[in-house]
């Protein structure tokens, strides 16, 4: 009778619900991939080590000195070039990007990685895709592949393993920032309007501001859609402009929370070689370098198409070895299952995927010429294959959409289910024919594609031999293979799935498989090369002999090197608070930029007058010129300018040179003794002398500031051997004065008889207003989401008041 009962119990039991992923699962499972994919760094104590890793160094060291010593917030870098801004160029911005604050703190109190930083936001990548691949009707399954589809790509690994953090994190808020704009247009609410301009205010504080841009544009297309969809739908067209609105304030709110970062670098970009070119941009020619050929289209889905890793890479694109735009096979063949249906979603990817691989191709397609010339802010980016990313968070979602119509098991379409098998079908035969003929065809096809390489690379200037593009070629025919078999394999376990042999669960599982097991080895080569022990993260690295030697000569602003000119373009010595002549930054100056134009560097009267004192190479001179002396001989060689100026000089002349690129030549030409005379490019209308006996002297020299005590009989200028920007104001014993721009790019300053002290400051009149700026609206988002709060809120305070 017992047993019964048990039995009875046991039958009438409520079955055990399927398992189903929750947005909680998918989160645990990304975070397990990032794991398992960054083992190396998470417990193989690895870091990353790349050249764009470690060149940041020239500007960390020496702001948290200042930072941490001085206790002054560095926002000039004196021992780059002649000096730049080093907070409104981007280079060094501590503490301004809040997110970052509650990470720091975790990694003090616990051991975690040092690049936990980078890997948090490789997950949050990954989820905010799965939240927007949710958000546009993808099923769970499909939006977790998609959500791995986006951040396994080799162009997102790439740009955080190669020292590229801030494009990394901006391009993570992408997704997120979209699924926002989403919620808020398709619902209103102001928490969501309040969240996307808190989003995007801190995705400009983290600084890729062409990610960014990309960002916006993104959503004003989405927006754009949704808005001409209405058009069909009268009753919703008032709603959505005026959702379309709030989106354009919510735009306006992001750029000013970020306001105190924006407007110094937007009048930065006006002195730099990034808004100083035609039309106020960056030149076309350096913006188009790297542009995507068409004929690299293939590598989008076969990693080795155009050559992969070192000097086997034959595409069109400099500095290059890895497939940028690569998606892989598996996203592609299911991808294009997803426009088998319509909404404003779908046709939002298809319109952003051509878009941005039109734009991709750069110099080879008009489109970025005519963007270039007529689209606000465009010509101030270069890198045009940058916006692909733009191409696979498309080709992600693509993704998601395509295998939500397999597995979907609902009463849908029969015509469209009949379709969607149909194009399975065509697809499978076609792959497998295109696999077959190049894998069994690949000697008829050997010849032809070195033939290509080679003629592609001679025609670039750049010498390929037949025996590399062999290699290349034996690396394209495994690729196509490999991508052939993953390929049918996809489209198989569609298949499967399609005739309920496999379950919805089952397939998935088997496409994510099939997915890491085509993006993994790609991504994963591209990362490899960059992996390295932290030590050499360590800021003393580069130090050596020459770097001891140097530091000893003199205090700070007391002499500037010209470096080895295979050193030119490193930050090393300023890293070490050594101020040399060169240096790296992808928007340096404009005035720098026309002196290194012109080839003056290696000119002696602009080596005398720039107070280059020393000049380092890597081997022994022979035999050295007579204005320079062997002072020092180790792993380099330093040689002694005699002929160096002071860094501050005293004049009692000047002459007025226009126009202003003429003071160039002038100073080569050694047309006047940068001794006892200055070129101005206006007329000060100055008395001057006499000055014979004058003298002046650095009583201190920091990232922001210089006090210089002078001593004169006359009237004279005082001329810093440092770089003029107009963020600098000078006083003349307290009494504000006029900084001059002397000898085409430095600065001076006018001082009457007498003894005196001279303070040049940086002060920066766009940070201040920024500011302010940013207070109004950080309160008035965060007003919006207290708001929000509060309005929720209200029912469940009335209800009681109401019974």
Sequence with gaps: MADRKRTAKRETRAPSPPFSLTTGWAGVILALLVVLFFNAVIVGGKTFVSPDTTQPAGFVRIGEHSLYHDHVYPLWNPFVFLGMPSFASGAYNPFIYPPDWPVAIVQKILPLPELTWMLLYYFLAGFFMFLLAREWGARAEAALLAAVAFVYQPNL????????????????????????????????????????????????????????????????????????????RPAELLRNTARLAGLAAAAGLAFGIAGFYNLPLRDYSRYSIRGTGSGGGVGIDYATQWSLAPYELPSFVIPG???????????????????????????????????????????????????????????????????????PLFNKFRVPVMVIVLFQLAAALGLGWGWSAVIERGPGEASRARLLDRLLLVLGVTLGLVTLVGVLGQDAWRQPYVAAAVAHRQAA???????????????????????????????????????????????????????????????????????????????????????????????????????????????????????????????????????????????????????????????????????????????????????ALPRVT?????????????????????????????????????????????RAEITSYRLNDVTIEVETPGPALVRLADLWYPDWTATVDGRPTAVLRADYLLRAVAVPAGRHRVMFRFRSPALARGLTISVVCLVVTLGLLGLSFWWRRRPAQSAPEAA
């Design 305 to 375: 198409w155009v050559g992969f890793g070192g000097s086997t890479y034959w595409g069109g694109m400099p500095f290059t070895d890895y497939p940028n735009g690569y998606i892989g096979i598996v996203a592609l063949v299911l991808g294009l299952a997803a426009f088998l249906a319509g909404g404003a979603p779908r046709l939002f990817a298809l319109a952003i995927a051509i878009l941005s691989l039109l734009i991709a191709f750069g110099r080879n397609f008009p489109l970025y010429g005519f963007l270039y010339d007529h689209l």
């Design 650 to 694: 005293v004049l009692g002349r000047y002459r007025v040179v226009t126009p202003a690129k003429a003071i160039l030549d002038s100073v080569k030409n050694g047309s006047s003794e940068s001794s006892e005379v200055t070129f101005l490019e206006q007329d000060p209308k100055l008395g001057l002398g006499p000055v014979r006996g004058a």
């Design 157 to 232: 690994v790439a740009i955080g393993s190669h020292g590229h953090g801030s494009q990394l994190v901006d391009s993570a808020y992408i997704p997120l920032m979209l699924w926002l704009a989403s919620r808020w247009m398709r619902g209103g609410g102001w928490a969501s309007l309040g969240w996307l301009a808190l989003a995007g205010g801190f995705q400009m504080l983290r600084g890729h501001v062409q990610v960014c841009f990309y960002t916006w544009v993104a959503i004003g297309i989405y927006s754009g859609v949704e808005w001409l969809a209405a058009l069909r």
């Design 461 to 643: 200037g750049q010498p390929f031999s037949a025996e590399v593009a062999a290699l290349a070629y034996g690396g394209f025919i495994g690729d196509l293979g490999r991508a052939g078999l993953l390929g049918l394999l996809a489209l198989g376990v569609a298949w499967l799935a399609r005739r309920a042999k496999l379950s919805a669960a089952a397939a998935s599982i088997a496409l994510l498989v099939l997915l890491l097991v085509e993006l993994w080895p790609v991504s994963g080569r591209v990362m490899e090369s960059a992996l390295g022990d932290p030590v050499q993260r360590n800021l003393e690295i580069g130090r050596d002999d020459v770097i001891d030697f140097l530091e000893k000569a003199g205090p700070p602003g007391s002499f500037r090197i010209l470096p080895p000119e295979f050193e030119f373009q490193s930050n090393r010595y300023a890293g070490f608070g050594i101020a040399s002549l060169g240096g790296y930054h992808a928007a340096k100056p404009r005035l720098v930029q026309d002196f290194l134009e012109a080839q003056l560097p290696y000119n002696l009267g602009w080596l005398s007058l720039l107070n280059v004192r020393y000049v380092v190479t890597p081997q022994p001179m022979q035999p050295a010129p007579a204005w320079l002396r062997q002072v020092f001989a180790g792993s380099g060689y330093v040689y002694e300018n005699l002929l």
